[in-house]
């Protein structure tokens, strides 16, 4: 049973107590809130996501409500709590949403550490993975979202999720964070798309979230074998050029991206390179976002990848 | 003088075409290196040796002029090795 089987006033009436238990890839997540802006708006991006039973195991427990004092009335602000502890700085309210998707990418980058974690995006076509690392503002989650807007999978917008061992990539679809520009870019890309209301002032500018298609979230334990590396770019005006790069530089580019490398140690090398010994690394550079589809659905896997 | 390996074998190291990464145990330090160096490397994980030695163990002939320049080669690649800890020099 999934989300949009509640009623709206009921979820709202669950997220107050005893919270929403969802499936979200191989996390099992519970939110509570009485904030009713976002209980619409989870109601909305999570309406897809199936729901888990509330004494199964939980892997993050997250709460987002008012704090005590002034700030729950004069300029009412929003805190976020994990497991009990307050792990950031209070936001104001009307950014309840992003601070909720920050949260839960925050939980998974700091203890998901059975997994590689890359700061990419990673879609998937014919069962392989393209993987984007890129940091922010580079044009990562706008490429995303139009590329599964037109065929692609979305496995995660913002964290890849390696498995050790075979280092197939572990889905983790999620609402697809966009900012500034990008908003409407996508809207105009892709008018069926559904969006979160814009917020405004956030320290990443403006933010709104698109709802990850229902098969992308369907096929969430769906692994993929991972395929190519691509470093996107978008520069307005430019040609579109995707430029091979050598396993060993990506390789160091790749781990410069990824968040726990260094604690996972040798392990962590051995993921990165068995990456690298299934990939082709490439630099990627665009500014129309239809060549800059054609270009992926032109990618081949190496010979013999399975 | 003899070149010493500083890492605990087996090394850590995967190569693709003419470059390698070596992830340094110790230090937690992932190098990008060229095959060269990681020939250098692998041979010293068998034993110290001096850059004569080495070059001779790299060289495909005896030509001495070809090893007189190998050893100078060498002594310059371990050198930058050795300014990122990964080898040292030994009078031993």
Redesign the interface.
């Known amino acids: 049973m999934n989300l949009d089987s509640l009623a709206p006033a009921e979820l709202a009436r669950r997220l107050v107590a005893p919270g929403i238990h969802l499936q979200t890839g191989q996390f099992q997540i519970c939110i509570q809130s009485p904030l009713p802006g976002l209980a619409a708006n989870i109601g909305l991006l999570y309406a897809d996501y199936p729901l888990a039973p509330a004494d199964g195991f939980t892997d993050f427990h997250v709460r987002l409500g008012p704090p005590a004092g002034l700030r729950r009335w004069l300029r009412p602000q929003v805190i976020f709590e994990f497991d009990s502890a307050l792990p950031f700085k209070p936001l104001p309210r009307d950014q309840a949403l992003p601070m909720l998707e920050w949260g839960l990418n925050w939980c998974v980058s700091s203890y998901a550490n059975l997994y590689l974690i890359i700061h990419a995006a990673v879609i998937e076509k014919n069962g392989f993975a393209a993987i984007l690392p890129a940091p922010p503002g580079s044009g990562k989650s706008t490429l995303c979202a139009a590329l599964i807007n037109r065929g692609w999978r979305l496995l995660s917008d913002e964290l890849t999720l390696v498995r050790p061992g075979d280092h197939k990539i572990v889905p983790l679809p999620r609402p697809v964070s966009l900012k500034n520009a990008s908003i409407d870019v996508i809207k105009a890309y892709e008018p069926s798309a559904v969006f979160s209301r814009k917020v405004f002032d956030t320290v990443k500018g403006t933010i709104a979230h698109m709802k990850p298609p229902t098969d992308s979230v369907a096929r969430a334990n769906d692994v993929a074998q991972p395929a190519w590396v691509v470093f996107p770019k978008y520069e307005p005006g430019a040609a579109t050029t995707l430029a091979p790069i050598s396993q060993a530089h990506g390789f160091m580019r790749l781990a410069d991206n990824t968040f726990n490398y260094s604690s996972l140690g040798r392990h962590g090398f051995d993921a990165v390179a068995g990456l690298m010994d299934a990939c082709n690394c490439f630099d990627f550079t665009y500014s129309v976002i239809d060549e800059a589809i054609a270009t992926f659905d032109a990618l081949t896997p190496r010979p013999g990848l399975a | 003088m003899n070149w010493c390996l500083n890492a605990v074998p087996p090394l ?1 190291l ?4 003419d ?3 070596l ?1 340094d ?1 110790a230090s ?1 330090d ?1 190098h ?1 290196i060229q095959r060269f160096a990681a020939a250098l490397l692998q041979r010293l994980e068998q034993s110290p040796a001096d850059a004569a030695t080495l070059a001779r163990y790299l060289a495909a002939d005896d030509d001495a002029v070809v090893l007189a320049a190998l050893t100078t080669q060498i002594d310059d690649v371990l050198d930058d090795l050795a300014s990122v800890e990964l080898v040292h020099r030994s009078a031993a």
Do not use: F, I
């Open positions: 850590a995967r190569c693709w075409g470059e390698c990464v992830y145990v937690g992932t990008l």
